[in-house]
C-alpha cells in the first residue's frame, strides 16, 4: 500500500512539473508555430494553455468543438474529443463564463488525459504485481520508469497516448485476472481512441485457446469465448470506420470507398501522413531514426533478455512453462517490427507508452543496477539510462511548449 502511495505521488508530481515548466516555457519564449494561435482567441488570458494545443491535438480539439469535418480527421479517433465536448456542455459548462467555449475544451481535454495518467501508473504497478507477486520493487520501479516517460508533455497535452495507456493497463489487468468481458468491454473502448487496441485480441486467443488444452470441448469453448471476446474488442474500431464509410462513401465516394476492405484509416494514414511499408526508409529521416533508436536498442535487448533465459518458453509461445508474461513481449516484439517498418519511425516514443514490458525492462535495469550489490557495470547502464529518460522528458517538455519538433 506504501508503495501505492509513491507511485500516486510521483505521478501527480511528474505532471504537476511537466505542466509547469510548459507554461513557463511558452510565457517566457512564446510560440514557433501559430497554428493554435490561429484556432484559440487572440490576447486570452488564459492564453497560457495553448501549450496543450501541439501538433495533432489541433485536430482533437477541432473535431472536440465541430465534429468530424475533413477527411484526413478519421485519422484521429473519436473518444478522447467526444469525451471532452460531453464533460464540457456538461459537469464543466459553468466553466465556459470564465474561460470561454475554446478554452474550457482545451482544460478538460488536458485535464483527461492527466488523470488517465495517474491511472495509468496505478494499473500498471497493479498489473506488475500481479504478474511478478514475489518483485513489489520491479512494480514500483516499472511505475516509476511510466512517470519519467519520454514524451511527458504529449502525456499531458490533449493527446490520446495518457488515455489509451489507462485503457490498456486496465484490460491487461482484467485479463490476466480473468475477467475477460470487462478486459474485451475496456478494449472496445481503446479501440475507439486509438487503432492499436485491436491487437489486444490476441490475449484472448493465447489465455483461452492455446493455453486450454484439457479438453477438445474445452477447446471448442475457448475458441468461442474468444471470437466473442475480439469482436467486442474490435468493435470500437470497426464503429469509427463504418461511421466515416458512411459519411464518405455515399454522395461522392472517396477512393478508398471501392477497396475490397474500404478502411477510411489505412488509406488516410498512407494519403496524408504516407504511413506505409517502408516508406520512411528514406535518407532525409535519418535524424528520426537517430532520434528513435535508444528506445528501438532498449527494446531489442528487453525482449532478447526475456527470450534467452528460456528459449524453449519463447519458441513455443509460453506454452511449455505457461508463462502468462509471455504474450506481453510478443506483443512488444510484433509492435516493435510494425513500428520500425510502417510508421514515422520517431512516433515510437508515443507509440510505446502503452506497453508494460518496456517499463519492465527498464524497472528491472533500475532495481538491479541502483543497488550497491552489483557490478559497476550495471550501475552506469542504470544511471545513464535514468540520467538519458530526465533530461529527454525536460527537453522535449520545453521543445513541445515551444511548439518545435520532435513530435
Not at 274 to 287: D, L, T
Not at 299 to 314: E, L, M, N, T
Not at 322 to 351: E, G
Request: aromatic fraction near 18%.
Amino acid at each position: 500500500m506504501n508503495d501505492l502511495k509513491q507511485v500516486y505521488g510521483l505521478a501527480i508530481a511528474s505532471r504537476a512539473l511537466t505542466i509547469c515548466l510548459s507554461i513557463c516555457t511558452y510565457v517566457i519564449c512564446g510560440s514557433y508555430d501559430s497554428s493554435a494561435e490561429l484556432v484559440l482567441p487572440a490576447e486570452s488570458p488564459w492564453s497560457f494553455l495553448n501549450v496543450f494545443i501541439r501538433w495533432d491535438a489541433i485536430y482533437f480539439i477541432h473535431i472536440a468543438r465541430h465534429g468530424y469535418v475533413y477527411e484526413q480527421e478519421a485519422a484521429f479517433f473519436p473518444v478522447l474529443p467526444y469525451l471532452t465536448h460531453i464533460l464540457c456542455i456538461s459537469v464543466f459548462k459553468p466553466l465556459q463564463s470564465i474561460l470561454g467555449e475554446q478554452y474550457t475544451h482545451v482544460l478538460v481535454g488536458a485535464l483527461i488525459s492527466n488523470v488517465s495518467f495517474v491511472v495509468a501508473a496505478i494499473f500498471l504497478y497493479k498489473l506488475t504485481l500481479a504478474l511478478y507477486p514475489s518483485q513489489p520493487h520491479l512494480a514500483k520501479c516499472s511505475a516509476f520508469a511510466f512517470c519519467l516517460s519520454l514524451p511527458s508533455m504529449f502525456m499531458s497535452a490533449f493527446y490520446t497516448e495518457s488515455l489509451f495507456a489507462a485503457l490498456s493497463f486496465m484490460g491487461m489487468y482484467a485479463a490476466v485476472s480473468q475477467h475477460y468481458l470487462a478486459a474485451a468491454l475496456i478494449w472496445a473502448i481503446a479501440s475507439a481512441t486509438r487503432s492499436n487496441a485491436i491487437v489486444y485480441v490476441g490475449f484472448f486467443v493465447y489465455f483461452l485457446v492455446l493455453r486450454k488444452q484439457s479438453s477438445s470441448w474445452a477447446r471448442l469453448f475457448g475458441v468461442i469465448r474468444s471470437v466473442i471476446y475480439s469482436g467486442i474488442t474490435m468493435s470500437g474500431f470497426l464503429l469509427v470506420q463504418y461511421t466515416m464509410y458512411q459519411e464518405h462513401c455515399q454522395d461522392h465516394p472517396r477512393p478508398w470507398c471501392h477497396d475490397r476492405l474500404p478502411l477510411a484509416y489505412t488509406f488516410i494514414q498512407k494519403e496524408y501522413w504516407n504511413n506505409g511499408f517502408m516508406a520512411y526508409y528514406e535518407f532525409k529521416q535519418i535524424p528520426n531514426f537517430l532520434l528513435a533508436m535508444p528506445i528501438i536498442g532498449l527494446s531489442v535487448f528487453g525482449i532478447y533478455q526475456y527470450a534467452s533465459q528460456d528459449w524453449r518458453s519463447w519458441l513455443t509461445l509460453g506454452l511449455a512453462t505457461k508463462d502468462n508474461r509471455s504474450p506481453f513481449y510478443y506483443l512488444w516484439a510484433f509492435l516493435l517490427v510494425y513500428a520500425t517498418t510502417c510508421m514515422h519511425v520517431q512516433v515510437i516514443l508515443r507509440f510505446f507508452t502503452s506497453l508494460p514490458p518496456l517499463y519492465w525492462y527498464i524497472g528491472h535495469l533500475w532495481a538491479v543496477g541502483l543497488s550497491a550489490n552489483h557490478s559497476p557495470r550495471r550501475q552506469r547502464v542504470a544511471k545513464g539510462l535514468l540520467l538519458y529518460m530526465i533530461l529527454y522528458s525536460l527537453i522535449g517538455t520545453i521543445l513541445f511548449a515551444c511548439f518545435l519538433p520532435p513530435a
